[in-house]
């Protein structure tokens, strides 16, 4: 990996300058759910460093701790959404149309990609998800990061989330932070919590059980076993669309709402975590960790108007019908028809040339109204980590704290779509389809050193080294063969595979694998009592791209009891994902407001590299923080800013345009339906992007009517800026990257507390944002700023019974409605109900409204 000296040479002196007069700058608005500040402050923090773990006050890098306790207390128990209430720089949307993102929601971290944050459990990498976010409105686009919501909230100790670039300390995809789940470790006691909730509008009511139990594993260990199980219906913010409405008063039975815009429905989504450790004696131990999870998922997909939809109603935007010739060898053509009326399964040249002549077939003869696709899919994960640590007592090795560890992790996605047809079977087409599968698998050996020196500083320097050997596999898995079939009326225009998301076929399955190895060395020197430096050097060596070689420095200064100062500086990296590197897919989306199918092709594919792909290589980051926190009184005050520069990101390009020269070559690189395709992506490395923030937390306690309250303010300023891009990714995707995401969040939380009462109130702030419908320029507007509120009000019959009520946007605020701009108007877009919906599907807090829920909890 190349990087510029001087540059590098001049941000360490920056660094190191201000490490003279810097600290540990810590804090999080989730501290506002705890009635005891000083408790929280003495949280202890695993993540940013391989001494001794810290409390948060001490630690040399920002992280931000929910704790199991705050977690339990949220009304939401989805851990995306109780990430994005306590971490203001975190965004999560909510998916209504969106392939496979609505099974996996993706996740940005100060405003960047879901796979530049790196995720752990118990310290440990987790695996990625198999989904890639095909369709994920410019930020995510092409994004593979793991899959956070299956992870319970009723089994994390704690959440951990490290506001900095730590590559040099963990690797691949630390550019944005880390967050790191920590399991629960009792081995005593638990939990059984049953909570139901509903939105206001009467849809996406969701039934949740999940418990937590301790117990002993011998005398001399612990097994923690937690679940959840829940399912949640659909929820639905659409209209009808204007052209189903026409063709409902012409006399076709089409569906009110015809294409379902919302989110999807979750059935039988069940999680088994369990942690187990044992004390092997002699300052040894034993652990494993592993997990069990699965999911059913199905959402809408666009309607299908039966006049225009191309390769199964028409072939030239509605003008005549696409009619197949079922006997095309006994010199008898059928006729062409043009459609002349509001339904054309009314007109007398269709009745006579194709309703009443067995030889010749239109859809409209199977499905008159058109149809409206469901997709959806399985999801399953699991892993298992096992390992030991301890510390060797004799010979050379004396005194060197060990940890080795492995694990594998494995994420399957079986795709199914419902409702609708593969074209070129014409009428013998199935209706339902499953188009294969995505399997990700990954396996992680770690070798983790740890040996305390007396060096002649204020303590002991810690010096840290390890190795650390990973392998990821990405496999295709075949669909059915009717979901890929090439069917006899191919030749005359109708599309092959199932209409939305064909099939992958047999030539597209297989294995794609990528090892690596790293090897890394990381010290903290206690320089004086009020001084602490941190140093990290890691060395990485991947069988695809090469080797790439990474730092960091950080310091913290307690400048006075109340005052402290904290930097840090560092390079950093995310591998392309072997996914990205190979998946080839086709997705039917809105380009223009006119539904096409679009190939998304390997960047090495021979037609990538004619409108230029290239074999893709890792990100580069090169990070700097600077950041203060000061104790006034019972108030706790923290500033964070930060800088992130990125070069080379990867996404997917924008959808570039098919001519008759490409399709030429396409067909003779064997790519399927070339006819239909209208448009190509691939995976690139082709803008450079900096990112620029400041997080501010504060914190009050003080006793109020009678009982115990904590006041907390947390508030993220962050700004992404394309400083370099081309025509491969588009002017409106940078427009999309720059402005979808609020530059300002905030939330201002009061938590109460009584003997037998606690109630929790928090107002959420989202700045304004860009709100994108059908990832359209035409929709594209700036919307307003909004504030939502959350109330929760729990009671506590005794020691062991909570009953809690509450909701979330309590006066149910709702989401910027869907404009019509003068641009649209010029493009066509004639009405803001065309594609079903009615609000911008980019909105940060969500398009559904206010939920109200009811939770019982019962503790032993």
């Known amino acids: 990996m190349k990087t510029n000296q001087s540059k590098i040479a001049k941000q360490v002196g920056i660094a190191l300058s201000a490490s003279i007069a810097s600290s540990v700058l810590i804090a999080t608005p989730a501290l506002a759910q705890n009635a005891n500040a000083e408790a929280s ?416 500083f204020y303590e002991e320097v810690s010096i840290a080294s390890g190795l650390e050997w990973h392998e990821e596999s990405f496999e295709v898995i075949a669909g059915d063969e009717a979901s890929f079939a090439v069917g006899p009326l191919t030749s005359q225009g109708f599309g092959i595979g199932s209409n939305g998301f064909p099939g992958f076929q047999p030539s597209a399955a297989g294995v794609f694998t990528r090892r690596n190895a790293a090897a890394y060395i990381d010290a903290e020197l206690p320089i004086s009592e009020t001084f602490l430096m941190g140093a990290a050097l890691r060395y990485e060596n991947y069988d695809s791209f090469g080797s790439t070689t990474n730092y960091k420095i950080s310091a913290q200064l307690n400048a006075t009891d109340d005052l402290s100062f904290r930097s840090s500086i560092s390079t950093g990296f995310r591998a392309p994902t072997v996914g990205q590197a190979n998946v080839s897919n086709v997705q039917t989306n809105l380009d223009g407001g006119v539904l096409v199918d679009s190939a998304l092709l390997p960047p090495t594919n021979p037609i990538s590299a004619q409108l230029g792909g290239t074999e893709l290589q890792p990100e580069e980051s090169e990070s700097f923080t600077l950041g203060a926190v000061y104790t006034i009184g019972d108030v706790f005050l923290t500033v964070d800013y930060y800088n992130i520069q990125v070069s080379d990101r990867i996404s997917q390009s924008d959808k570039i345009n098919l001519t008759d020269t490409d399709r030429t070559a396409l067909r003779a690189a064997g790519v399927p339906n070339v006819d239909s395709l209208q448009q190509v992506s691939f995976f690139t490395n082709d803008f450079d992007t900096t990112t620029q923030g400041i997080d501010l937390v504060a914190n009050y306690t003080t006793d109020l009517f009678d009982g115990s309250s904590v006041f907390s303010l947390a508030y993220n300023w962050n700004e992404t800026e394309v400083d370099k891009f081309s025509d491969i990714t588009g002017a409106f995707k940078v427009k999309r990257i720059e402005e979808d995401l609020p530059n300002h969040r905030a939330t201002a939380t009061w938590a109460q507390t009584w003997d037998k009462v606690s109630v929790f109130t928090r107002a959420n702030y989202y700045g304004e944002y860009q709100g994108v419908h059908v990832d359209w320029d035409a929709t594209a507007v700036t919307a307003d700023a909004v504030v939502t509120f959350d109330v929760d009000v729990s009671y506590n019959f005794d020691d062991n019974i909570v009953l809690t009520v509450g909701a979330q946007n309590v006066f149910d605020q709702e989401a910027e409605r869907i404009q019509v701009t003068d641009y649209g108007r010029s493009q066509g877009f004639t009405d803001a109900s065309t594609f079903g919906g009615q609000y911008y599907e980019t909105s940060p807090m969500g398009f559904n409204g206010g939920l109200y829920y009811v939770k019982l909890a019962y503790n032993f």
């Open 41 to 456: 402050v003495e949280k202890i923090a695993v993540v940013g460093t391989r001494a001794a773990p810290r409390s948060i006050s001490d630690s040399p890098v920002p992280i931000d701790i929910i704790g199991g306790e705050e977690l339990a207390k949220a009304g939401n128990t989805d851990m995306l959404e109780l990430l994005k209430g306590t971490v203001p720089s975190l965004n999560v949307h909510t998916n209504p149309i969106s392939d496979a993102a609505s099974l996996v929601r993706p996740a940005n971290l100060r405003g960047l990609p879901t796979d530049s944050t790196l995720v752990l459990l118990n310290g440990k990498r987790r695996h990625r998800s198999s989904v890639i976010a095909f369709l994920g409105g410019g930020i995510n686009d092409g994004a593979q990061g793991p899959d956070i919501s299956v992870i319970p909230s009723i089994a994390m100790k704690q959440v951990e989330v490290l506001r900095d670039g730590a590559a040099a300390q963990y690797g691949s995809d630390a550019i944005a932070g880390v967050m790191n789940f920590v399991l629960k470790d009792d081995a005593d006691g638990g939990s059984i919590v049953v909570r139901s909730g509903e939105y206001y509008e009467g849809d996406g009511a969701t039934t949740e059980v999940s418990g937590n139990f301790g117990m002993a594993l011998t005398d001399d260990g612990f097994a923690n076993i937690s679940f959840q199980y829940k399912n949640a219906d659909a929820t639905s913010r659409s209209v009808q669309r204007p052209d189903a409405a026409a063709f409902g008063q012409a006399g076709l039975n089409v569906a009110n709402p015809a294409q379902i815009w919302g989110s999807p429905e979750v059935k039988d989504d069940i999680s088994i975590f369990g942690n187990f450790g044992l004390d092997l004696g002699n300052d040894r131990e034993a652990y494993m960790f592993a997990n069990y999870s699965e999911r059913d998922i199905r959402g809408g997909f666009y309607y299908r108007n039966p006049h225009t939809r191309g390769t199964v109603y028409s072939l030239d935007g509605g003008a005549t019908l696409l009619v197949g010739d079922l006997t095309p060898d006994d010199g008898v053509s059928c006729p062409v028809i043009p459609i002349t009326s509001a339904n054309v399964t009314t007109q007398q040249d269709y009745i006579d040339g194709v309703a009443n002549d067995p030889n010749c077939f239109a859809f409209n003869e199977m499905i008159p109204e058109g149809f409206t696709p469901n997709f959806g899919g399985n999801i399953t994960d699991t892993s298992i980590t096992m390992g030991t640590k301890g510390e060797f007592k004799e010979g050379a090795l004396a005194g060197i704290m060990y940890d080795f560890s492995g694990s594998v992790g494995r994420s399957e996605s079986a795709f199914l779509i419902f409702n609708t047809v593969n074209a070129s079977l014409g009428p013998d087409t199935p209706r339902d389809f499953a188009p294969g599968k995505y399997i990700q698998l990954e396996k992680n050996f770690n070798a983790d050193f740890v040996k305390f020196v007396d060096a002649g």
